[in-house]
């Protein structure tokens, strides 16, 4: 089942429970994939790594809002964006832990042959693309340099 079938899913069962905020999740996502589906004049299904994108930015736009929400003070915000965020993140793939992020990265470092910093932009390709939703790109940014300065 594609990812827009489960959402189209769960929006019926978030109605019949009469759940609002995982509704509104659910909706927003739904968006995302069909203006993705009709960007540029094509209609069609999104594939499984677009559909994790998608995902990846629906969870960072939350979690980018509540962080805003929490510094002003706007608590009530706060919390809205942080359940939004946990029905998005029941779509995602598990995170990876620190150290399964580092043996991760060890190994793409491994396989592009890369050897200092100046090498940055070649592991960040690679680990981008191989772990797109496992992991924050600030996250894997960061464990890429400290291991290439090291």
Excluded: C
């Amino acid at each position: 089942m594609s990812l827009k079938q489960t959402i189209e899913s769960e929006i019926k069962s978030a109605m019949i429970a009469k759940d609002k905020t995982r509704l509104t999740a659910l909706r927003a996502v739904k968006s995302l994939i069909l203006l993705e589906e009709t960007k540029g004049g094509v209609k069609g299904e999104i594939s499984a790594d677009d559909e994790m994108k998608l995902l990846t930015k629906a969870a960072k736009q939350r979690k980018d809002s509540a962080d805003i929400y929490e510094q002003q003070g706007r608590f009530d915000l706060h919390e809205v964006e942080m359940a939004e965020l946990k029905v998005i993140q029941e779509f995602l793939p598990k995170a990876l832990t620190e150290e399964e992020l580092t043996e991760a990265v060890k190994e793409i470092i491994a396989k592009t042959g890369a050897s200092g910093p100046k090498d940055m932009g070649k592991v960040m390709g690679v680990a981008s693309k191989e772990l797109a939703g496992k992991a924050d790109g600030k996250a894997i940014a960061d464990k890429v340099k400290s291991l290439l300065n090291n």
